[in-house]
């Protein structure tokens, strides 16, 4: 096993920053008998001192830090985790949870870092970013972000400016700028275009140390809502190119999942003439999903949320353990990292202020970008909570089991979302009736 090296030189100075402030948060959000800083839920809010309390509490049997090996062979951590550097932040980002939002922010704070080590600025200060940009032969993709800028409108801006530098300012005012159609950035961090944001690219002798020592942020939501989020996403909203000239268009992941569902359940969705089609069709065929989906008749179908459930809960769809809609208790593996900084999606507006006060960027254009951004969720809660009117008993019993450590770790309640008179069997069903795998925490 790999030891942690200590004599590793970090700034102190910005650790303990990080840690005062986020004592001045838990300090303003004590919450008294007249003052409520948090928007209105069903449940009862807790500070943030209490949320950290909380998940201390329920994750007390796993104390001891992460290994380096551990950290390295989760591969899911190198998906969802990024870094900041020369702020000392670990964000852990857990789809369906604001991530186009946080995303956005934490590149848009990392081009920052990049612009201040290639400008040799003075306000980088940060230890850890100079041995390791120094060290990193290539800091960014500068082909893949040229051919996402029209850089010809904008380089009369930074005249003087190398070319690096007129890419990063270019892609920084775009983050900034961004509103309804925001650039695609999963795409972008997947193709490793900014590699010194992710965890892996983090020297081996500093891993532990940035992860001991680095602010862990961590956004969570109720998971009925972030399931039923992800249901109207990526499945009840058709992503297929239209007839004309589209057979070499492709088509997303979800939509395969959409027309497995349909396949599934295919005798409540199509005709006798539909359902031959498939029978005519080679088993291998029909197993791998290779129908060209122009010719499908699962095409525009779509399924239930019922349907849905029952699907992805089933191990042989292959799609259980998607990052949309498995548990972040599993993703972020929240008893392993000690997080310091748990904000909601329930209280976003609120929590979403105070990240922009712990990253040092509580700026007039951020604040009213994050307002801005977070508009769109309004009322959909009555929507979501309809979805679960009608499920079968059997399914809330087993999503109910599947999020459990969801549901204790960040204080939710199931009831939210549904009648307790169902729920009052499920603890009977899963003793008795079935066994289902639990993800591990």
């Excluded at 612009?115 to 600025?121: E, G």
């Excluded at 904000?343 to 700026?363: R, S």
């Excluded at 999503?399 to 549904?418: A, G, M, P, T």
């Amino acid at each position: 096993m790999a030891m942690p090296i200590t004599n590793i030189s970090t700034d102190t100075k910005l650790i303990h920053r990080n840690k005062t402030l986020i004592n001045e948060i838990n300090d303003a959000l004590i919450l008294d008998n007249n003052v409520n800083v948090f928007q209105k839920s069903n449940y009862r809010p807790l500070t943030h001192e209490m949320r950290i309390n909380v998940l201390n509490k329920e994750c007390s049997t796993n104390s001891q830090l992460p290994s380096l090996a551990h950290v390295k062979r989760v591969s899911i951590l190198n998906y969802l985790v990024f870094t900041l550097r020369s702020k000392n932040l670990f964000y852990c980002s857990v789809p369906k949870v604001a991530t186009r939002t946080l995303l956005n922010f934490f590149t848009y704070l990392h081009i920052e870092e990049l612009i201040a080590y290639i400008s040799n600025s003075s306000t980088l200060q940060n230890e850890l970013v100079k041995s390791e940009f120094a060290r990193q032969g290539l800091l960014f993709d500068l082909q893949f972000l040229q051919k996402k800028l029209t850089l010809n409108s904008v380089t009369n801006n930074y005249n003087g400016q190398d070319t690096q530098l007129q890419v990063l300012n270019a892609f920084k005012q775009s983050l900034l700028n961004y509103s309804d159609q925001p650039d695609d950035l999963w795409h972008l961090h997947q193709n490793n275009v900014l590699p010194l944001i992710k965890l892996k690219n983090i020297n081996d002798q500093h891993t532990i140390n940035f992860i001991h020592d680095a602010t862990k942020v961590l956004f969570v939501r109720h998971p009925f809502n972030r399931l039923a989020s992800a249901y109207y996403d990526k499945i009840a909203t058709l992503r297929i190119p239209s007839a004309q000239g589209a057979r070499n268009i492709q088509v997303s992941m979800y939509d395969d999942v959409r027309r497995g569902i349909c396949r599934k359940f295919a005798q409540q969705y199509l005709n006798t003439s539909e359902l031959t089609f498939y029978q005519q069709q080679h088993p291998w065929l029909r197993h791998q999903r290779k129908i060209n989906p122009l010719n499908d008749p699962c095409r525009t179908v779509i399924p239930t949320f019922e349907h849905f459930v029952e699907y992805i809960l089933d191990y042989r769809s292959g799609v259980q353990l998607d990052v949309h809609w498995a548990p972040y208790s599993h993703l972020c593996k929240v008893c392993t990292f000690k997080y310091d900084f748990i904000g909601k999606y329930e209280t976003i507006a609120d929590d979403m202020q105070l990240l922009l006060k712990l990253a040092g960027a509580d700026t007039k254009e951020w604040q009213i970008k994050m307002i801005n951004s977070n508009r769109s969720t309004v009322g959909k809660d009555d929507m979501y909570k309809k979805l679960y009117e009608t499920l079968p008993e059997h399914l809330i019993c087993k999503l109910q089991h599947i999020y459990s450590k969801d549901v204790s770790l960040f204080n939710y309640n199931i009831e939210d979302y549904v009648d307790r008179a169902k729920l009052s069997n499920c603890r009977m069903y899963h003793q008795f009736r079935y066994h289902i795998e639990t993800f591990s925490v």
